[in-house]
């Protein structure tokens, strides 16, 4: 059985494929069906979930049921994944509506993940060193 999240989560894969759990899902408004990733406008910002009207991509319904929503954006993937090794195939994000913007979420707690399996990596590790 899958484990269930009581989080808003969103998950980018390298691949440019990016997914909303369930309640990230629960938080978007059927309004409109535009969506995009914005790159931090600096080192200190964060990147955002775009909601605005008349973004570039479109959210559409995916996963086993088509429960929850997904969208593509491989040229964001490209620049997320640009300071991370070849091993991390996805990294998982927290989202947080933003406190000024209406149709604008955060993405904080930057979570990357390995497709290498742990003992792999430590081995690799202690060979560098």
């Not at 269930?4 to 059927?30: C, F, K, W």
């Not at 775009?50 to 973004?55: F, M």
Request: aromatic share 6%; hydrophobic share 40%.
């Amino acid at each position: 059985m899958p484990l269930i999240q009581d989080l808003p989560l969103l998950t980018v894969y390298r691949s440019g494929i990016i997914n909303l759990n369930g309640e990230a899902t629960r938080l978007m408004h059927d309004a409109h069906l535009q969506v995009d990733l914005l790159p931090p406008a600096s080192r200190r910002m964060p990147w955002q979930l775009d909601r605005r009207a008349g973004a570039c991509c479109n959210l559409v319904a995916g996963g086993r049921n088509g429960s929850h929503l997904r969208f593509r954006a491989p040229y964001r993937a490209e620049a997320l994944f640009a300071d991370y090794p070849a091993e991390v195939t996805r990294i998982i994000f927290r989202i947080t509506p933003n406190t000024q913007y209406l149709d604008l979420y955060t993405l904080a707690a930057e979570l990357p993940v390995s497709n290498v399996p742990a003992t792999v990596q430590q081995k690799s590790r202690r060979k560098a060193a």
